[in-house]
């Protein structure tokens, strides 16, 4: 063989052991940073999450206070205090002009 034809072989052999060796790293490097990616965006749900909980756990801790006991009475269960009348508005869609239904 030539000399030019070793060295061509040569530089040949070499770029193809780099390729060889390179390529798995080039990959491991892909999926690190794909591994990455999706580290921020679960860290990104984790702290919504804490945000969520924080305000639940504020809203049971105020739902002890009469206040707030007295107004879910109030506003979800339709209650009302002894001393206080309650009026009752009915849809007559339902009835006739006297108030009886048909």
């Known amino acids: 063989m030539k000399r030019k034809d070793?060295?061509?072989?040569?530089?040949?052999f070499v770029l193809f052991f780099a390729i060889f060796l390179l390529l798995p790293i080039i990959r491991r490097q892909v999926l690190i940073a794909n591994e990455k990616s999706k580290t921020k965006v679960l860290e990104?749900?984790?702290e919504e999450q804490k945000k969520i909980k924080?305000?639940?756990?504020k809203e049971i801790k105020d739902s002890g206070n009469s206040e707030n006991i007295e107004k879910i009475a109030r506003d979800q269960l339709n209650?009302?205090?002894d001393k206080e009348r309650v009026y009752k508005?009915?849809?007559?869609?339902k009835g006739d002009k006297n108030g009886?239904?048909?």
């Open 44 to 46: 990104k749900q984790i």
């Open 79 to 81: 209650m009302s205090n």
């Open 6 to 12: 070793r060295i061509i072989l040569l530089i040949l």
């Open 100 to 102: 009886t239904s048909k």
């Open 54 to 57: 924080e305000g639940l756990e």
């Open 89 to 93: 508005f009915v849809d007559d869609d």
